[in-house]
């Protein structure tokens, strides 16, 4: 799963997530537990049986509504931002939100952080970021500034829809992004997708999670390879595997039977 990506596209992205999988089950193979970057949670809980397909597409249709429509355009920005520490970054927000809102989004690696807030403290907080002596300050072309407070409206909103939506119990353990925990329980799915939307994703703190609970080898599924090299970054000696297309469905196979 990508992690930037139009609002629009994001049903279509947990398609081919789902569709990767089935290809997957339809040669025995499972996971033990799960995990999804942002969007990507979704899929992990179709994965798992805590939400039909069809019922996923619904949300997550109405979730990406909810956020294009949760910050006027033009207000929003996220920039990922190369080479500091998380703690570098924290500060870093910190000193900028005299611009305006801005906080870490997505702990994607050691050095690896994206921000999100509104555009004139995301400008700043890349200011201080350089000054700071980071490699690279990237501009992501994406069109709400995801997991950070300006996304509450859009929560709120999902809240309704969570609370009606049919959920069961998972059948293995989600590590959540807003945690870094394993969760299984209905209330406690609803709860992480409610608070996913204004809090930042813990990637690292998650594939770390899984490792120290004995994972050694992770499959990514869904259009791209993203993951894989957020994972194979931070689980060092893992097996790194994926399913995008027929050929890449047929590798995974071989390395899973060998």
Request: charged share 25%; proline share 5%; hydrophobic share 45%.
């Amino acid at each position: 799963m990508a992690l930037a990506y139009g609002l629009t596209s994001q049903p279509a992205l947990l398609a081919a997530g789902v569709a990767a999988l089935e290809a997957l089950r339809e040669e025995g193979i499972s996971p033990s537990v799960v995990a999804g970057h942002s969007l990507g949670e979704y899929t992990a809980i179709v994965a798992a049986g805590g939400m039909e397909f069809s019922e996923a597409l619904r949300t997550v249709r109405n979730r990406g509504r909810y956020m294009q429509e949760a910050v006027e355009p033009g207000r929003g920005a996220m920039a990922a931002i190369l080479g500091l520490t998380r703690p570098q970054v924290e500060e870093i927000c910190e000193k900028a939100k005299s611009s305006g809102t801005v906080s870490p989004a997505n702990i994607n690696g050691s050095i690896q952080i994206v921000i999100a807030g509104e555009k004139s403290a995301v400008e700043r907080a890349g200011e201080l970021a350089r000054d700071a002596g980071a490699k690279r300050v990237v501009p992501l072309a994406v069109s709400v500034p995801s997991h950070c407070s300006l996304m509450a409206p859009a929560a709120e909103r999902l809240r309704s829809d969570l609370k009606g939506a049919a959920l069961k119990d998972l059948r293995i353990p989600l590590v959540a992004n807003v945690h870094a925990k394993p969760i299984t329980r209905t209330d406690e799915i609803r709860e992480a997708l409610e608070r996913q939307l204004e809090n930042p994703v813990l990637w690292v703190d998650s594939v770390t999670r899984m490792t120290e609970e004995g994972v050694d080898t992770f499959v990514e599924v869904g259009p791209g390879t993203v993951l894989s090299g957020l994972v194979r970054r931070i689980a060092k000696g893992a097996r790194i595997l994926n399913v995008e297309d027929p050929e890449s469905l047929e590798s995974t196979l071989a390395a899973l039977k060998s």
